[in-house]
C-alpha cells in the first residue's frame, strides 16, 4: 500500500508563514508528479502548485510569488512554504502524487487526507 501524510497545517495570522509537508511511504519505485491543492468552504477543490520529478514547477496565479513548492526525491516528500499568507488561502490543504509502485511499475494516483489551514486575527 501507498499513503500520502501531510503535516504542518495549523492557525496562522494574515501575513504570516507555515509550511507544509507530505510523506509518501510504501512500496514505492518512483514518483512522477506531486501536487498541492486545496479547497475552501463551499468552494471547489483547486490546484495550488505542482512539481515534476524533475523540479520544473507551476503555481495557480493567485499563490505566485507567495508559495513555493520543493520536492526531496531522497525522501518521497514534497513540500510547501506558504508566506505572506492571507485570510483567502485558509482551506484544507491535499498532497497528491502519482505514485510508480514497485512490483506493477505501474502508476498510482495517490491523496492525502488534508491538512487545515486557517489564516486569521
Known amino acids: 500500500q501507498v499513503q500520502l501524510v501531510e503535516s504542518g497545517g495549523g492557525l496562522v495570522q494574515p501575513g504570516g508563514s507555515l509550511r507544509l509537508s507530505c510523506a509518501a511511504s510504501?512500496?514505492?519505485?518512483?514518483?512522477?508528479?506531486m501536487a498541492w491543492h486545496r479547497q475552501a468552504p463551499g468552494k471547489q477543490r483547486e490546484l495550488v502548485a505542482a512539481?515534476?520529478?524533475?523540479?520544473?514547477?507551476n503555481y495557480a496565479d493567485s499563490v505566485k510569488g507567495r508559495f513555493t513548492i520543493s520536492r526531496d526525491n531522497a525522501k518521497n516528500t514534497v513540500y510547501l512554504q506558504m508566506n505572506s499568507l492571507k485570510p483567502e488561502d485558509t482551506a484544507v490543504y491535499y498532497c497528491?502524487?502519482?505514485?510508480?509502485?514497485?512490483?506493477?511499475?505501474?502508476?498510482?494516483?495517490?491523496w492525502g487526507q488534508g491538512t487545515l489551514v486557517t489564516v486569521s486575527s
Open positions: 497528491n502524487a502519482e505514485v510508480v509502485r514497485e512490483v506493477s511499475r505501474w502508476p498510482l494516483n495517490k
Open positions: 510504501g512500496s514505492i519505485f518512483s514518483i512522477n508528479f
Open positions: 512539481i515534476t520529478s524533475g523540479g520544473s514547477t
